[in-house]
């Protein structure tokens, strides 16, 4: 998931300006693979084997690619 799917999903949306309701999608995206990963419908435990995988939400990795983005290409 991490490297294959996040990539893909992630890819070039350093640059655009995407709204809070556009973060919440990729976040839902992401949650609903591991309801079904897990074969649960509570969201509590989905949380708690993201935090146990060190898996981070697509909103939260944006966030960190935007700012090494600005960092790199910011300053021109």
């Given amino acids: 998931m991490k490297s294959k799917c996040l990539p893909l999903l992630l890819y070039a949306l350093e640059v655009c300006n995407l709204t809070k309701r556009d ?6 995206t992401i949650n ?3 309801l079904k990963l ?14 146990n995988f ?8 944006l966030e960190k690619r935007r700012e090494k983005f600005v960092n790199v290409y910011g300053a021109v």
């Fill in 23 to 28: 973060l919440q999608s990729l976040d839902f």
């Fill in 38 to 51: 897990f074969r649960t419908s509570d969201i509590n435990v989905v949380t708690e084997c993201q935090l």
């Fill in 54 to 61: 060190d898996f981070q939400l697509p909103s939260v990795l």
């Fill in 32 to 34: 609903r693979f591991f």
